[in-house]
């Protein structure tokens, strides 16, 4: 068998190992998702360069990935007043204003694009209703216990940095 035949017979297999390596890389990817994560920081990025935290100092958040492809998210400031009417439907414009600058919500699906490193949400409904009903992507970073991920149009403007860690 000569140099050249023997490359020949050989591209193949390397073509399906370098495929197969990529797809259990998505795969693992979308595997070392799974779980639920606490946020640690969240910041919001404006067009002019500023930067601040998004849901305050200590934001508090946690979102959950199932192996099925179901998520769960959920992002709150520390500080949300309580309503004084002890109602959640009798709060005042100040506490309903607070309460939804503070906070967001979605559920849905989710998969992993591997050609662009991201997660994509397939949002059923979210405390955000633009957002209902789309797919939101969000290039990541994951690690056994670190998850970031940068969310390109944050529901209050600008571009949005999270980090979490694993909870499980």
Known sequence: MTHRSRYAALSPLLCF????????????????????????TNFTTDANGKKEPSYGEKPMGQVSFSPNGRYT???????????????RVKGTPEENKAIVGGMIAHYGTYTVDDKAKAIVFHIESASFPNWNGTEQRRPFTVTASEL??????????????????RTN
């Open 148 to 165: 970031k991920w940068n969310t390109p149009s944050a529901s209050g403007g600008g571009s949005a940095d999270l980090m979490w860690k």
């Open 17 to 40: 190992a370098l495929f197969v390596s990529a797809t259990d890389t998505l795969a693992q990817a979308a595997k070392s998702l799974v779980g639920s994560w606490t946020l640690v």
């Open 73 to 87: 998210l959920i992002i709150t400031r520390p500080d949300l007043p309580k309503f004084a009417s002890n109602s």
